[in-house]
């Protein structure tokens, strides 16, 4: 999986701003992934985690040759994202604006990849404030960032193990799927 999405992968993890452009979920304006009104949640006070008809837009690109694609996608996020928080919390912590800049901005673009667009706007704040030099309250934003990344994780687990169970049912004929909690 990994070798089909090395073009998206860099040493600090994913380039999600381009799996964003790659499969139409977003265009380029001037070299910027520009994220559609429709996955810029964060401004909604009733915004979800995730926004699901994101992962299910990826999962039409799949096919019957790669039906874990999407779980795949889900699984590099959250190994890319538990990094990406490591280096917030140490820049938070010492005072490395940089890396907050570019631990902020690449988790930035992950999160709206998966569609988690109230995360990506908080990294995306975080990110504008530490271009600008200071961060006075970097341990406060990095809790947020922390906080929102929590009810991503458990959405995203929760469809992974949804997706599993039905998976499984699907391969034994008679066996019946749980009932699972929505959230």
């Known amino acids: 999986m990994r070798a089909g999405l090395a073009q998206f992968l860099n040493p600090n993890g994913i380039r999600c701003g381009g799996l964003i ?3 139409g979920l977003a ?3 001037r070299g910027q992934a520009v994220i559609p009104d429709a996955l810029n949640t964060a401004n909604s006070t009733t915004a979800q985690a995730l ?3 994101v992962l299910n837009a990826l999962g039409q690109l799949q096919g019957k040759a790669r039906p874990d694609f ?3 996608v889900i699984i590099i996020f959250l190994e890319t ?3 990406l928080l490591a280096d917030l919390k140490n820049g938070a912590a010492s005072g490395q604006i940089e890396m907050l800049h570019q631990a902020s901005h690449a988790l930035k673009g992950c999160s709206a ?3 988690a667009a109230s995360l990506s706007a908080l990294c995306g704040v975080l990110e504008t404030v530490a271009r600008a030099g200071a961060v006075p309250d970097a341990p406060a934003r990095v809790d947020a960032i922390v906080e929102e990344y929590r009810r991503v994780e458990a959405a995203l687990i929760s469809r992974l193990a949804q ?3 039905a998976s499984r ?4 004929p008679g066996a019946t799927p749980q009932p699972t909690e929505q959230t």
């Not at 049912?169 to 034994?172: K, L, T």
């Open 163 to 165: 997706r599993s169970e």
């Open 21 to 23: 452009c790659r499969f």
């Open 113 to 115: 990849t998966i569609g």
């Open 51 to 53: 926004d699901e008809s």
């Open 70 to 72: 999407v779980n795949q």
């Open 81 to 83: 994202a538990l990094a």
């Open 169 to 172: 049912a699907q391969r034994e």
């Open 27 to 29: 265009t380029r304006v």
